[in-house]
């Protein structure tokens, strides 16, 4: 064997046995750096005769080339060794559990909810939000609205009261948020759209009832509003709220002060365990109240009669609520327990819109 | 108000199924809550025959009977009672039949090794008394193989209508026949009641003692004496229908006046003559007039109640409730028969007062028929004669019929103006007149008509009344839908208002938080309200439902703190929860305003990666700002100033908690840990924080003519950042050494933040280390060293004057 083929031999032995980047370096000076073996064999071409330089530089510059290939695959395969190295070591378990983030844990309460889902199906039909304050007069809660003194239909609300003021006028909390409608007439002019949400308040506490509740009614008044209209609107908002395609609504004839003719309106169900479908079964279940406005209340109102006529409805939110989300009970609504709240509350980015959907 | 089947049938002629009359009923607004109807449940019921009842071979008390049931072969029965008995007539039910007294459907079974094919029944199996001791025994004539039912006369299906205030015509079971007639379910019969034939004058006289302005309390009285009556049980039909509507009958002359309260809608009242004392004067009660009524009660009158009295004393409250010491019994020989008129309102208010619900109450303060007055009286003067004998005196009347002459002028159009629905004029008049109204046509003007309103009508007043009168009968149902047009045909405009759409951004905001929304009730306890600045006797109500909700809430805090506790009392201590509601400074109606609040009780909970740390005041001003962040109000010039101050309310913390403002005036709410008084006296434990934030007092967004949003300025050189640590007294706050930085340099600095406060080892006693890294954005050249060293110097320079602080070395 040549000298040649043994500095080969023993540079590649080297090359491979190199472990890491700083032994292959320490390799790669002892061959080519500037007082390497081969360095120092190229060094030696300047005091040969040209035939013998041709000869012996081109072997010791293929040696040359087949070392720093050498080294430059070493490298390579060190360098993949060391990264597999580093990922072996940065594992971590990734099963591990996350913080829940706190989008996940929030909850928007049923009656906001269907607050909102309320709002998108009204404003798209070209009505507006009426608000109005909880502690009223008399005078807006009954007296405008029809409720003659002392009328039985008076007693059929179970009013809270405050303590009469020093002018001997008692302000109650509103048992319904007809009054919004009596402000609402009295402040703007035909034509008028409304829905009127609210708190409302009777002193009655039972399985079904709480002495608090929330209410939305509906008005509209111009001048040929009339109970077809009254109808579809109730209609069309029932199919939009329960998301279904058909229902079938029964009016039956009744009797509010405020309103003549008067209706209560059941809704055609199928109940079965303790779900509750619309648009199909046998079974009605009363959802509403509703009829055209009294002449008198309208009178009340600063508006003409014989012009002007409208209609005017009204539901529990939280009995919608319930009938549509399934909540059996009435009371839990307010109790403020985070399971229930968890359980039937909505996700806050669940946003009620008729172009995705009121509910997900 | 209930009646019977066979009780509407005496007043309307009909050939209408049971569930005709009740879906038809309730179509025209006497919504049916409940039939009960007795002949589905006892249907399979039969009248049998024993042939042969013999002793049972294996069971003293039992024995096997040959049944004859009508099918012309006898059924074997093994029967345990006592009665069973050759050649009795009982009800025999088969095998199969539901059994409704023991809830069972009886099989065919083999007692004793004995057949038996079906059973002998007591009346307790079919439910019709506690009668358990023997089987049915009926009369000889029994038919059999009827059904027990019919024989027995026991199908007249029970009828119960939610009955609405503004119908009193039909607290009587023949104005309910007239609205069916109407619509069209037969024809109403019209009972002409005669006048008895006096056979002496009534020797009680009556007086209607009342000042001019009260005459209405009592407008008219009819008396009648009925002598040598022999009282004793209403006949079975009567006291059947009595029993079937709930009512207990008590004996034939009480029982008539139930009866004709039922039938008529008329309340009636029968004295015993001989235990009246003189004349009868009718007058307002005196104050601490006391009467022992029929319900056996005393009770202590008022001048607002109205009585009837004799020489001895009150009799009766007027229409409400007789007395105990005049009322009739079995020994009663003369009887007087009272038919009057009293004040709706009157007894409305009167009978809330006394806390009596009578059916004599319910009808006349819904209004009973002037009309029908004095023919309710020749109407129980007959019942009496029928029932009682008796000899009758004249009637006598006291005051007069009150005028019930309302006519209105009616433009036929009205109804479809009204409901949309055509009808022929002819169905209109038609409806009109089987209702009662007199209808007038105008040769002028053949849409309209005169309407008179008969007299057992009050509740109609106006054109709208007829309207609902001929609608409903006409069928609501018939009334097409209509798209109602849109005011307005473009896309729908934005409808909500800063503060709806505020009110709606709070809660998602708050939610996505982590919180949860809670709706609580808007009345707390008297102490909870005074705890958090309200109480104020005009927000307390005169009739609370419970002692801890009577007053009104003056923030929304109370009532979260208590609903976290009790999440914690169950197991659930780490809670959030916010609620967006109205809270009431006052009963004005400004004094409402509308609250955003939270309350966090616990801590983060432990994680593998995270310490458990409790909630502070911090997480409370993390709330409040990022709601504030997400309704994008300006924050700019938003001031925390801290506690301790005060504007600081009570219930905080004064050392760990904020008031936000705008401005010294615009107070918009509060944040911080709550005061442990507040807590103790709410029995909450920590640790607790949470914020309010009233939304009304929210600064609204400058309005701007176009949507543009300001141009984009991004400079091309890099940002740098310094660091500075700044050692001050522990009550400097960091704000103040912000805003010192900050009007150091107003151009360059775009970002400041504190990144570390220190206190301990290497810092003064009583001082602290806040440490600032200040953003530094070059706008035209990067900066140069020289210049950055200015720059830093000058904001060391303004801190230090500003608060005391030297450069931590």
């Given at each position: 064997m040549s000298d040649l083929q043994t500095l080969e031999s023993s540079t590649l032995t080297a090359i491979a046995g190199a472990t890491d980047e700083t032994a292959l370096e320490a390799v790669r000076v002892g061959a080519?750096?500037?007082?390497g073996t081969i360095s120092a064999l190229l060094a030696?071409?300047?005091?040969?005769s040209p035939d013998e330089r041709k000869t012996a530089g081109a072997a010791i510059n293929a040696l040359k080339d087949k070392v720093n290939e050498a080294l430059t695959a070493r490298r390579t395969v060190l360098k993949d060794a060391a990264l597999e190295q580093r990922l072996a070591s940065e594992t971590?378990?990734?099963t591990l559990p996350v913080r829940e983030a706190a989008s996940e844990r929030g909850r928007i309460h049923p009656i906001s909810q269907v607050m909102d889902e309320l709002t998108a199906i009204f404003a798209d039909m070209g009505f507006s939000i009426a608000e109005g304050p909880d502690i009223e007069s008399d005078d807006y809660n009954f007296t405008k609205l029809?409720?003659?003194?002392?009328?039985?239909a008076r007693e059929m609300h179970d009013t809270f009261f405050f303590e009469p003021d020093a002018k001997g006028e008692r302000k109650l909390l509103?048992?319904?948020?007809?009054p919004v409608q009596v402000r609402t007439m009295l402040a703007s002019q035909p034509p008028i759209r409304v829905i009127c949400p609210g708190r409302t308040y009777r002193c009655d506490s039972d399985q079904t009832h709480t002495p608090m509740f929330h209410q939305v009614e509906g008005l509209v008044i111009d001048k040929s509003a009339h109970l077809g209209h009254l109808k579809w609107v109730l209609e069309e908002f029932c199919k939009a709220f329960f998301e279904v395609p058909n229902v079938k609504m029964r009016f039956r004839p009744s009797f509010f002060p405020?309103?003549?003719p008067s209706m209560e309106v059941d809704i055609q169900c199928r109940r079965s365990g303790g779900e509750i479908r619309f648009g199909e079964g046998e079974d009605w279940l009363e959802i509403l109240g509703c009829g055209m406005v009294h002449p008198n209340v309208l009178r009340n109102c600063g508006l003409d009669p014989d012009v002007y006529q409208g209609f005017a409805w009204g539901m529990g939110i939280d009995r919608i609520a319930m009938l549509k989300y399934?909540?059996?009970?009435?009371?839990?609504?307010?109790?403020?327990?985070v399971r229930w709240l968890s359980h039937y509350g909505f996700r806050p980015l669940d946003l009620p819109t008729l172009a995705g959907g009121l509910s997900a | 108000m209930k009646f019977t089947l066979s009780w509407l049938k005496d007043h309307l002629d009909t050939t209408a199924s049971l569930s005709e009359i009740v879906e038809t009923l309730t179509r025209i607004g006497?919504?049916?809550?409940h039939v009960i109807d007795p002949t589905e449940k006892l249907k399979d019921f039969t009248v049998a025959y024993v042939i042969d009842a013999k002793q049972h071979p294996n069971a003293d008390r039992l024995r096997v009977c040959m049944v004859?049931?009508?099918?012309g072969t006898p059924v074997q029965v093994v029967c345990g009672a006592p009665?069973?008995?050759?050649g009795m007539k009982s009800v025999f039910s088969a095998p199969g039949t539901y059994i409704p007294g023991k809830d069972m459907t009886l099989g065919k079974g083999v007692i004793r090794g004995v057949e038996s094919n079906g059973m002998l029944c007591s009346a307790a199996e079919l439910q019709?008394?506690?009668?358990?001791?023997?089987i049915i025994d009926l009369p000889d004539d029994a038919p059999v193989g009827a059904r027990y039912v019919d024989y027995a006369k026991l199908g007249d299906p029970v009828i119960e209508i939610n009955l609405t205030?503004?119908?009193?015509?039909?607290?009587?079971v023949h104005g309910i026949a007239r609205d069916l007639a109407a619509a069209g379910l037969g024809t109403l019969k019209d009972h002409a009641i005669k006048p008895a034939a006096a056979a002496?004058?009534?020797?009680v006289n009556v007086k209607l003692d009342f000042a001019a302005e009260d005459k209405?309390?009592?407008?008219m009285f009819a008396l009648r004496l009925v002598r040598g009556v022999k009282n004793g049980p209403a006949p079975e039909w009567m006291q059947q229908r009595l029993k079937s509507i709930g009512l207990r009958p008590i004996n034939a002359l009480v029982d008539i006046t139930n009866y004709v309260t039922f039938d008529r809608g008329r309340p009636l009242h029968v004295f015993d003559a001989k235990k009246v004392a003189g004349n009868l004067v009718v007058r307002r009660a005196k104050d601490g007039e006391e009467v022992l009524a029929l319900d056996g009660k005393t009770y202590t009158l008022k001048s607002d109640n109205v009585v009837i009295a004799d020489d001895k004393g009150v009799e009766s409250i007027a229409g409400i409730m007789g007395g105990e010491h005049s009322g009739c019994d079995d020994a009663t020989t003369d009887v007087l028969i009272e038919s009057a008129l009293w004040d709706p309102m009157n007894i409305a208010r009167s009978g809330r007062a006394l806390g009596i619900v009578t059916d004599a109450r319910y009808r006349f303060e819904r209004g009973v028929?002037?009309?029908?007055c004095v023919p309710g009286a020749e109407l129980a003067t007959k019942l009496v004669m029928d029932f009682c004998g008796g000899e009758p005196s004249e009637l006598i009347v006291a005051g007069e019929q009150p005028k019930s002459d309302t006519a209105i002028d009616f433009p036929l159009s009205e109804v479809q103006r009204l409901t949309g629905l055509e009808l022929e004029r002819s169905e209109m008049v038609r409806t009109l007149e089987k209702l009662g109204f007199g209808v007038i046509s105008q040769s002028t003007n053949a849409d309209r008509i005169i309407v008179k309103v008969p007299?057992?009508?009050?509740?109609v007043e106006g054109k709208a009344d007829i309207a609902e009168e001929i609608v409903r009968i006409a069928g609501v149902d018939n009334v097409a839908s209509v798209p109602l047009p849109r005011?307005?045909?473009?896309v729908p405009k934005p409808i909500l208002t800063l503060l709806q759409k505020r009110t709606r951004q709070a809660r998602r905001a708050l939610a996505s938080q982590g919180l949860v929304e809670a709706v609580t009730w808007s009345f707390v306890s008297k102490e909870q309200a005074e705890g958090f600045g309200g109480g104020q006797p005009a927000l307390?109500?005169?009739?609370?439902?419970a002692a801890d909700l009577s007053d009104m809430r003056p923030s929304l805090l109370p009532g979260l703190l208590k609903a976290a506790q009790r999440n914690a009392d169950r197991g659930f201590g780490d809670v959030a929860l916010f609620e967006v509601g109205q809270i009431f400074?006052?009963?004005?109606?400004?004094?409402q305003r509308m609250a955003a609040a939270t309350v966090r009780r616990g801590g983060s909970g432990r994680a593998w990666n995270a310490k458990a740390t409790p909630v502070s005041v911090f997480d409370a001003k993390a709330d409040a700002m990022a709601m504030l962040a997400a309704l994008g109000?300006?924050?700019?010039?938003l001031h925390i100033v801290s506690g301790g101050?005060?504007?600081?309310?009570?219930?905080?913390h004064p050392g760990r908690s904020g008031t936000m403002q705008?401005?010294?005036?615009?107070v918009i709410g509060w944040f911080g840990e709550f005061h442990p008084r507040t807590l103790e006296m709410l029995d909450v434990d920590g640790p607790v924080a949470g914020f309010e934030i009233i939304l009304d007092d929210l600064p609204a967004p400058r309005a701007k003519p176009t949507k543009v949003k300001p141009k984009l300025e991004l400079s091309d050189f890099m940002p740098l950042e310094r660091d500075f640590a700044f050692i001050v007294d522990?009550?400097?706050?960091s704000a103040d050494i912000l805003r010192a930085v900050q009007a150091a340099e107003k151009?360059?600095?775009s970002g400041l933040n504190v990144f570390d406060i220190y206190e301990g080892a290497g810092i003064p006693e009583g001082r602290k280390s806040v440490g600032v890294t200040v953003t530094l954005q070059p706008r035209e050249k990067t900066l140069t060293d020289a210049e950055i060293e200015e720059v830093a110097g000058r904001i060391v320079a303004e801190v230090t004057k500003k608060t005391g602080a030297t450069l931590r070395g």
């Open positions: 080519l750096g500037k007082k030696t071409l300047g005091k040969m971590v378990d990734v029809n409720f003659p003194a002392g009328h039985p509103r048992t319904h948020t007809s405020f309103t003549e399934g909540m059996p009970d009435l009371r839990p609504f307010f109790e403020a327990d | 006497l919504e049916v809550e004859d049931t009508g099918t009665n069973a008995r050759t019709l008394s506690e009668d358990h001791d023997g205030p503004n119908r009193p015509d039909a607290t009587g002496f004058p009534c020797p209405h309390l009592a407008p028929d002037p009309a029908f007299s057992w009508r009050p509740d005011i307005d045909t473009a307390a109500l005169a009739n609370p439902i400074k006052g009963d004005g109606e400004k004094d109000v300006p924050l700019g010039g101050q005060a504007n600081l309310p009570a219930w905080l705008f401005g010294p005036k615009n522990r009550s400097v706050k151009v360059l600095i």
